[in-house]
């Protein structure tokens, strides 16, 4: 069986964006880092998110029931910083921006690259982190701009590409 460790070091190798996965309702606000993110569907719109079932966020997102996918542009590092500590209230770290409502009443970051303003729809337990299913019932971009992404257990800047590329996906 692979060790944690040789899986931890592998996966430092693949680049993500960088977002703060927000909700409010009635089990309150929450917000975290996160970059386990990833699109599933365009028909319906679905996407996917991981969260450590050991995170207060996780059982706040699911009684909540919504949550936004809010992806960070590179001027955004400092906010990541804010939301991937547990240290630092949850007041605190949303002070530390302005935020808006779109659809779920789940909060949607002024300035993001991007936020996708979801419905769970779904949930799955696999290992210590629980996968999240969501439907995107909005969705906003901010346009041009600089991208945070993860890598090599660092932030890092990408710049847009000069060349447009199409994405093909496995089918």
Not at 20 to 44: F, K
């Amino acid at each position: 069986m692979l060790d944690k460790r040789t899986f931890r070091d592998a996966m430092a190798g693949l680049g993500t964006a960088v977002n703060i996965i927000t909700s409010d309702g009635d089990a309150g606000l929450a917000g975290c880092t996160a970059s386990a993110v990833c699109g599933v569907t365009d028909e319906p719109p679905t996407l996917l998110v991981c969260i450590n079932r050991s995170s207060r966020n996780n059982a706040a997102f699911r009684r909540n029931g919504k949550l936004c996918v809010n992806v960070l542009s590179a001027e955004q590092q400092t906010l990541a910083a804010h939301f991937a500590t547990s240290a630092l209230p949850i007041g605190e770290r949303f002070s530390a921006a302005h935020w808006e409502q779109l659809v779920t009443g789940a909060p949607v970051l002024q300035g993001a690259l991007a936020s996708l303003d979801c419905e769970i729809e779904s949930v799955t337990e696999v290992g210590t982190h629980t996968v999240f299913f969501c439907a995107v019932k909005a969705a906003r971009t901010h346009g041009a701009g600089d991208a945070l992404i993860y890598f090599g257990r660092r932030y890092h800047r990408v710049g847009e590409r000069s060349v447009h590329a199409t994405h093909h996906a496995c089918g």
